[in-house]
């Protein structure tokens, strides 16, 4: 098969697979990237083929050579961008999105430093040379480092793919679980360019360039597909997700709704109907015993002011009144001081720094959710609660140096279980992850957007 066709399908097999993560996640970043690194590299192959013409000036050939390398450097950037988000779009690490908009600003600047100081220039090293009309005598041993940065872009795929590997290894049960077939996929491509070593290597009768490469371009195919499929189980995982939340969330409706009826009837109900019963007696009581009948009506008052307190402790338990006076900061230190054990709040926010009322309730019910946890699985441990504002994202974490979780600790029936909590963050489309510290212990991160500040 010609390698034009090879490159072709190639480019289609890119192309195809990040349109359809796209289509089937248009929020993903993944799958976002998957789609600009085919995008990419169908740009680098048009201008490659623009700059083989014989009849090309010294001029456009330099400026088509550099968008290509460009291009298909920056490919290998997004590949790598792909590989730190696989396959929810979320990297584990803040350090592996500045690698890749590390290696993304390589791309940018080494065919620029050949570009200005090399005084010749050609597509690849069998391609006809052209002079460099842009080249600055002066600038010339930046050539030499553009070409030097150039030439590790193999590495850079290498890198990629060791970021999912430690992403995988440090992962928890569902990280490692989602990871598995990309993990799986690229290591049937490692054995494929592993042989494509081989071959090169040994010096088989076979001329090399038979067997290279198909077999490069074949694993270069490969690639996007089992990203995709990765992308894919994820899509069904959060479909099932999606149903189990729906599930959850009507049964803890149901279950709240008759503990409140439960709280109501046996508590505020019962002293409405026995101070009724007191009214009624002390009208009978007005006018024959007095005395009676006014110490009948303070009783009165005792019962409706009990039922005024068991109330205010009912909506209190449902969304505490500071919450929406003072805000999310206030109620949370508010909740802390009331607990037995001594937690620590950090925050740099102040009264006037206010989210969605809806993303401070989450927000506060996940906090004190999450401290209640620590302090019953953790006991005498400590435990620090960080809420901040990061790119118009409320970012809140419970830690603590306890023992930590275990490696697929159970999600826990009921709204006050993690699934609750998962549930509640991202109704609200926020993000929930509950991780191993690295010193030990457990730590809880939730991330809203705190729209309506």
């Known amino acids: 098969m010609p390698a034009d066709v090879l490159i072709g399908i190639v480019l289609v097999a890119w192309l195809a697979s990040g349109l359809a993560a796209v289509c089937l996640t248009p929020r993903n970043t993944a799958a976002r990237t998957l789609l600009l690194a085919g995008l990419l590299l169908a740009a680098s192959a048009l201008a490659d083929s623009l700059a083989a013409d014989p009849d090309v000036g010294d001029l456009p050939f330099a400026l088509l050579r550099t968008a290509g390398w460009m291009s298909f450097l920056g490919a290998v950037a997004a590949i790598v961008a792909t590989l730190a988000r696989l396959p929810d779009g979320a990297a584990d690490r803040p350090w592996h999105v500045r690698l890749a908009g590390g290696l993304a600003v390589l791309a940018v600047v080494a065919p620029l430093l050949e570009l200005v100081g090399s005084e010749s220039l050609a597509v690849d090293e069998d391609g006809v040379v052209h002079a460099n009309p842009l080249a600055v005598d002066a600038l010339e041993p930046l ?66 360039e038979r067997v290279f490469v198909p077999l490069f371009l074949l694993a270069l195919a490969l690639f996007p597909l089992a990203l995709l499929v990765g992308i894919t189980r994820r899509v069904r995982v959060l479909e099932d997700h999606l149903v189990e939340s729906r599930e959850r969330l009507v049964s803890a409706e149901d279950a709240a709704r008759r503990t409140l009826e439960r709280d109501l009837h046996d508590g505020v109900q019962q002293q409405l109907v026995a101070a009724l019963s007191l009214v009624a007696l ?143 963050v991202e109704s609200l489309r926020g993000t929930f992850a509950v991780v191993r510290a690295p010193g030990g212990g457990t730590v809880l991160r939730a991330s809203f957007p705190a729209g309506g500040r």
């Open 143 to 208: 050539a030499g480092l553009g070409a030097a940065v150039r030439v590790t872009e193999p590495a850079w795929v290498l890198l990629g793919v060791a970021v999912l590997v430690l992403r995988w290894r440090s992962g928890d049960a569902e990280r490692r679980r989602e990871l598995s077939w990309a993990i799986r996929s690229i290591a049937l491509l490692a054995c494929l360019l592993l042989l494509i070593v081989v071959v090169e290597v040994s010096g088989l009768p076979i001329p090399p």
């Open 282 to 424: 002390a009208s009978r009581q007005a006018s024959r015993r007095p005395e009676e009948a006014r110490a009948t009506v303070g009783e009165v008052g005792q019962r409706i002011q009990d039922a005024i307190t068991e109330l205010r402790e009912l909506v209190r338990g449902l969304r505490p009144p500071v919450l929406a006076d003072a805000g999310l900061v206030a109620a949370v230190e508010s909740r802390l001081t009331g607990l037995p054990a001594r937690v620590e709040l950090e925050t740099p926010l102040g009264p006037a720094d206010r989210c969605a009322p809806a993303v401070e309730a989450a927000a506060y019910f996940v906090a004190t959710e999450a401290v209640t946890n620590a302090l019953k699985h953790a006991p005498g441990s400590r435990v620090v609660v960080r809420i901040d504002l990061v790119d118009d994202r409320l970012c809140l974490e419970v830690a603590d140096d306890g023992p930590g979780l275990p490696d697929d600790p159970p999600a826990g029936p009921g709204p006050s279980g993690l699934s609750g909590l998962r549930d509640r």
